[in-house]
């Protein structure tokens, strides 16, 4: 049985850098002038705060050009104009369900190659790694050997 994991795990690694060691495409240009976009929400974020770095070759965002600020600024004004009306909480309420709805992404704007966390909407049901099955919980809980061994 031990042979079998290690040989497993080998198999692993070498897929791993065999993916690793893949070259990946160059980036378009509108992606390189916009980092907040392609660094996600983090990036973002340190964005806000003034702490973001510019990756060489891409022209330098003013302060108040950059979109994420423009609309957290503008919705903090339009917050406090709502709680002057005495009607901050809808407004909140009504921004924090707006957020996520326009978190969630369709089917349409998937990546290609790019699986979902749910294995029914995936090709042929793939799971992504690390999922948990119910077979693998259950021959966990019940310290049976290995599907193969």
Same mark, same amino acid.
């Given at each position: 049985?031990?042979?079998?994991?290690?040989?497993?795990?080998?198999?692993?690694?070498?897929?791993?850098?065999?993916?690793?060691?893949?070259?990946?495409?160059?980036?378009?240009?509108?992606?390189?002038?916009?980092?907040?976009?392609?660094?996600?929400?983090?990036?973002?974020?340190? #964005?806000?705060? +003034?702490? /973001?770095?510019? *990756? &060489? %070759?891409?022209?330098?965002?003013?302060?108040?050009?950059? !979109?994420?600020?423009?609309?957290?600024?503008?919705?903090?004004?339009?917050?406090?104009?709502?709680?002057?009306?005495?009607?901050?909480?809808?407004?909140?309420?009504?921004?924090?369900?707006?957020?996520?709805?326009? #978190?969630?992404? +369709?089917? /349409?704007?998937? *990546? &290609? %190659?790019?699986?979902?966390?749910?294995?029914?909407?995936? !090709?042929?049901?793939?799971?992504?790694?690390?999922?948990?099955?119910?077979?693998?919980?259950?021959?966990?809980?019940?310290?049976?050997?290995?599907?193969?061994?």
């Amino acid at each position: 049985m031990a042979a079998t994991v290690e040989r497993r795990l080998a198999e692993f690694r070498a897929a791993r850098r065999s993916a690793a060691a893949a070259p990946r495409p160059v980036e378009p240009p509108e992606k390189a002038a916009a980092p907040e976009a392609a660094e996600g929400p983090r990036a973002a974020a340190e #964005g806000l705060g +003034g702490g /973001a770095q510019v *990756r &060489p %070759g891409a022209a330098a965002t003013p302060v108040w050009a950059r !979109p994420l600020l423009l609309k957290v600024l503008l919705w903090a004004v339009l917050l406090a104009l709502f709680a002057e009306l005495e009607l901050g909480l809808p407004y909140f309420v009504l921004s924090l369900l707006y957020w996520m709805y326009a #978190g969630t992404r +369709g089917p /349409a704007e998937r *990546r &290609p %190659g790019e699986l979902s966390a749910y294995s029914v909407f995936n !090709p042929g049901c793939a799971a992504i790694a690390g999922t948990l099955t119910a077979e693998q919980l259950e021959r966990e809980l019940h310290y049976r050997p290995a599907a193969g061994s």
